[in-house]
């Protein structure tokens, strides 16, 4: 589509609610999104003095758009949501593996049957899920087959096909697994009464379907049924040791989910801790990824609309970090699908809230780190960090190898150069080196840059050995158009090399004039900091070092006698000051002549008498 046909389209768009689809110029739906005035949502995209960084990537991709006007905007909601999943846009935030949850199925018949599945038929039957974790959904299977006599055969069962005789009991019904509903020895009500306890199980109401069993057993024991009080006894006490086994997380028996999502760079991980009359009764973690950065409000907004939107028991209550975008809007989309007002809550003080979230944070922040774990390995056992940074600086290959220099001296004097090498993200100290700066006096960084930049590649030149894959300065467009002076001095064309200033966090690249960011949260970021602070500790080190020779050198040559070249002597061989006043003759003549030793040991002498 042209250009003019997409600003014809933006001229003419309507104030109602509905869905936009941005579509790139090969007609591939790249962005999904809502709005309550789609007008005033869509200009927002094309406004230069309100644009930022992640949404400039979209907007120039963006060749045409496509509208769909709903009634409100929570059915544009709802609407969005499905054709997110139905299309799975590059630029939306995305469920990551994206294959189909199992859930729990009890099927809409006069004698349900429950089993797991993936297909979601909308025929009236009842889901419980998402399950994230199999083993979780299948102990939640085994828990049901080992307390309910619920039938797992595939009949048809209706009340003409029973009243026939068309089916005869199997093996379950004669090991006493099913009540045999085939031929009639358990009614449609009863079978149903059997259902409904299942259904409080997989809500997490254990303690409300204990007492109703044990008003069954009393009923059963009154009765003299002592059989059947004895399988309510058993029950009790299997729900009893089943109920014990779950953590005790809250004092408040209220409902609630706690939802925590740990984020770096385009990749999220959300977990989700159901909690239920104060139990902890299940935990559910999703991936989520996009290929534009996204704030926490964002991931949590995704989500929640992925998580509740289907067959989910919602609480009144839902703990989070921070409040999703359209956090009114989503309280009012829960709240119309369960038929109860429900809330979102932070957890401002030190609480027993609070605590649970943290701990619903660390689970988070243990996915994300099993996410990255499994991503190094499908690259080689390359740390992720590396394959950010390569990505967020545009670099043509993986910096295995990267070299960061800084320049430290103090009011002037003394100035020295660091560089410090990692290799696959760690430090290389055994590669650290120190310079001293021979040919610059007074504090010239952009000198003292120049000076060690062609000493260390001049060398690497000579040895015939590559430059690192990243070479990085500390500072800002000055040193590094110092540094890239001298690699063409050298005859160096083909390298990377960037600069990172401390204000801003700012990154310079050769010929581009302004400085580029990286996201804070960026491994990457955190791992050029490390470099520049790495650097910048060595130097310093080495700087101190040096100055607190240059002192002890001069406090030596005070004595009459002894020259500049018998301090440093004496410094190499002597660990300090204190160990060099104290020192016999005879181990002072092992490092310098016995005529300066004898001076040295007088005049150390004389001054502590």
Same mark, same amino acid.
């Given at each position: 589509?042209?250009?003019?046909?997409?600003?014809?389209?933006?001229?003419?768009?309507?104030?109602?609610?509905?869905?936009?689809?941005?579509?790139?110029?090969?007609?591939?739906?790249?962005?999904?999104?809502?709005?309550?005035?789609?007008?005033?949502?869509?200009?927002?995209?094309?406004?230069?003095?309100?644009?930022?960084?992640?949404?400039?990537?979209?907007?120039?991709?963006?060749?045409?758009?496509?509208?769909?006007?709903?009634?409100?905007?929570?059915?544009?909601?709802?609407?969005?949501?499905?054709?997110?999943?139905?299309?799975?846009?590059?630029?939306?935030?995305?469920?990551?593996?994206?294959?189909?949850?199992?859930?729990?199925?009890?099927?809409?018949?006069?004698?349900?049957?429950?089993?797991?599945?993936?297909?979601?038929?909308?025929?009236?039957?009842?889901?419980?899920?998402?399950?994230?974790?199999?083993?979780?959904?299948?102990?939640?299977?085994?828990?049901?087959?080992?307390?309910?006599?619920?039938?797992?055969?595939?009949?048809?069962?209706?009340?003409?096909?029973?009243?026939?005789?068309?089916?005869?009991?199997?093996?379950?019904?004669?090991?006493?697994?099913?009540?045999?509903?085939?031929?009639?020895?358990?009614?449609?009500?009863?079978?149903?009464?059997?259902?409904?306890?299942?259904?409080?199980?997989?809500?997490?109401?254990?303690?409300?379907?204990?007492?109703?069993?044990?008003?069954?057993?009393? =009923?059963? *024991?009154?009765?003299?049924?002592?059989? %059947?009080? @004895? +399988?309510?006894?058993? /029950?009790?006490?299997? #729900?009893?040791?089943?109920?014990?086994?779950?953590?005790?997380?809250?004092?408040?028996?209220?409902?609630?989910?706690?939802?925590?999502?740990?984020?770096?760079?385009?990749?999220?991980?959300?977990?989700?801790?159901?909690?239920?009359?104060?139990?902890?009764?299940?935990?559910?973690?999703?991936?989520?990824?996009?290929?534009?950065?996204?704030?926490?409000?964002?991931?949590?907004?995704?989500?929640?609309?992925?998580?509740?939107?289907?067959?989910?028991?919602?609480?009144?209550?839902?703990?989070?970090?921070?409040?999703?975008?359209?956090?009114?809007?989503?309280?009012?989309?829960?709240?119309?699908?369960?038929?109860?007002?429900?809330?979102?809550?932070?957890?401002?003080?030190?609480?027993? =809230?609070? *605590?649970?979230?943290?701990?619903?944070? %660390?689970? @988070? +922040?243990?996915?994300? /780190?099993?996410?990255? #774990?499994?991503?190094?390995?499908?690259?080689?056992?390359?740390?992720?960090?590396?394959?950010?940074?390569?990505?967020?600086?545009?670099?043509?290959?993986?910096?295995?190898?990267?070299?960061?220099?800084?320049?430290?001296?103090?009011?002037?004097?003394?100035?020295?150069?660091?560089?410090?090498?990692?290799?696959?993200?760690?430090?290389?100290?055994?590669?650290?080196?120190?310079?001293?700066?021979?040919?610059?006096?007074?504090?010239?960084?952009?000198?003292?840059?120049?000076?060690?930049?062609?000493?260390?590649?001049?060398?690497?030149?000579?040895?015939?050995?590559?430059?690192?894959?990243?070479?990085?300065?500390?500072?800002?467009?000055?040193?590094?158009?110092?540094?890239?002076?001298?690699?063409?001095?050298?005859?160096?064309?083909?390298?990377?090399?960037?600069?990172?200033?401390?204000?801003?966090?700012?990154?310079?690249?050769?010929?581009?004039?302004?400085?580029?960011?990286?996201?804070?949260?960026?491994?990457?970021?955190?791992?050029?900091?490390?470099?520049?602070?790495?650097?910048?500790?060595?130097?310093?080190?080495?700087?101190?070092?040096?100055?607190?020779?240059?002192?002890?050198?001069?406090?030596?040559?005070?004595?009459?006698?002894?020259?500049?070249?018998?301090?440093?002597?004496?410094?190499?061989?002597?660990?300090?000051?204190?160990?060099?006043?104290?020192?016999?003759?005879?181990?002072?003549?092992?490092?310098?002549?016995?005529?300066?030793?004898?001076?040295?040991?007088?005049?150390?002498?004389?001054?502590?008498?």
């Amino acid at each position: 589509m042209s250009k003019n046909r997409l600003q014809e389209k933006l001229k003419n768009l309507p104030t109602n609610p509905g869905v936009y689809q941005f579509l790139n110029t090969e007609g591939k739906i790249i962005y999904i999104g809502k709005a309550k005035n789609l007008r005033g949502r869509i200009k927002s995209y094309f406004n230069k003095n309100q644009i930022n960084a992640k949404t400039e990537v979209l907007v120039s991709k963006i060749s045409d758009l496509q509208l769909i006007i709903t009634d409100s905007e929570i059915e544009a909601l709802v609407l969005e949501n499905n054709l997110i999943k139905e299309h799975k846009p590059k630029y939306n935030i995305l469920l990551k593996d994206d294959k189909s949850f199992p859930y729990i199925r009890i099927t809409n018949e006069p004698f349900p049957r429950i089993f797991s599945t993936r297909q979601i038929i909308k025929d009236g039957s009842k889901y419980f899920g998402p399950y994230t974790d199999v083993k979780s959904l299948n102990h939640s299977l085994r828990m049901i087959k080992s307390l309910f006599k619920i039938r797992n055969c595939k009949l048809k069962l209706d009340p003409k096909s029973i009243e026939k005789n068309n089916y005869k009991t199997c093996l379950e019904f004669h090991i006493k697994k099913c009540d045999g509903p085939c031929e009639n020895f358990i009614s449609e009500n009863n079978y149903k009464i059997t259902v409904e306890q299942v259904i409080k199980l997989l809500q997490g109401k254990t303690n409300e379907l204990v007492s109703e069993l044990a008003k069954e057993m009393q =009923t059963a *024991s009154e009765n003299f049924e002592f059989e %059947k009080a @004895a +399988e309510f006894r058993d /029950k009790i006490s299997q #729900l009893n040791i089943y109920s014990e086994k779950q953590k005790v997380v809250s004092t408040d028996n209220h409902d609630k989910d706690i939802i925590a999502i740990a984020a770096e760079e385009k990749d999220a991980a959300c977990t989700i801790l159901q909690i239920r009359s104060g139990k902890l009764i299940g935990k559910k973690q999703f991936k989520f990824s996009s290929n534009i950065d996204s704030s926490l409000n964002e991931i949590y907004l995704s989500a929640i609309k992925f998580y509740y939107n289907e067959y989910v028991d919602i609480p009144r209550e839902i703990i989070v970090e921070t409040l999703p975008n359209d956090s009114d809007l989503l309280i009012e989309w829960l709240s119309h699908k369960t038929s109860r007002k429900v809330k979102f809550f932070i957890p401002q003080i030190k609480s027993e =809230t609070k *605590s649970i979230l943290g701990m619903c944070k %660390k689970n @988070a +922040e243990l996915f994300l /780190k099993e996410i990255k #774990l499994k991503k190094m390995k499908r690259e080689g056992n390359v740390p992720f960090v590396l394959s950010s940074l390569k990505r967020d600086l545009s670099l043509k290959k993986l910096p295995r190898k990267i070299e960061c220099f800084d320049i430290s001296n103090l009011q002037g004097t003394d100035t020295v150069a660091s560089l410090v090498v990692f290799v696959d993200g760690k430090p290389k100290k055994s590669l650290y080196r120190r310079f001293i700066i021979k040919s610059v006096s007074g504090p010239d960084d952009f000198a003292s840059m120049r000076e060690v930049i062609e000493r260390r590649y001049s060398r690497l030149k000579n040895e015939k050995q590559s430059l690192p894959d990243l070479i990085m300065v500390d500072g800002g467009k000055g040193q590094l158009s110092s540094a890239v002076e001298i690699l063409h001095k050298l005859g160096f064309r083909d390298f990377e090399i960037i600069g990172l200033a401390k204000r801003l966090e700012e990154i310079f690249f050769p010929e581009i004039s302004e400085a580029q960011t990286i996201p804070k949260t960026s491994s990457s970021l955190k791992l050029l900091q490390h470099l520049r602070d790495e650097a910048h500790r060595f130097a310093i080190t080495f700087h101190r070092e040096r100055r607190n020779k240059r002192t002890i050198t001069s406090e030596l040559t005070k004595i009459p006698g002894i020259g500049k070249k018998s301090a440093e002597k004496l410094l190499s061989n002597f660990n300090s000051i204190e160990e060099i006043k104290t020192a016999p003759v005879e181990k002072l003549s092992a490092v310098v002549n016995k005529n300066i030793a004898n001076k040295i040991h007088t005049f150390y002498l004389t001054s502590r008498s």
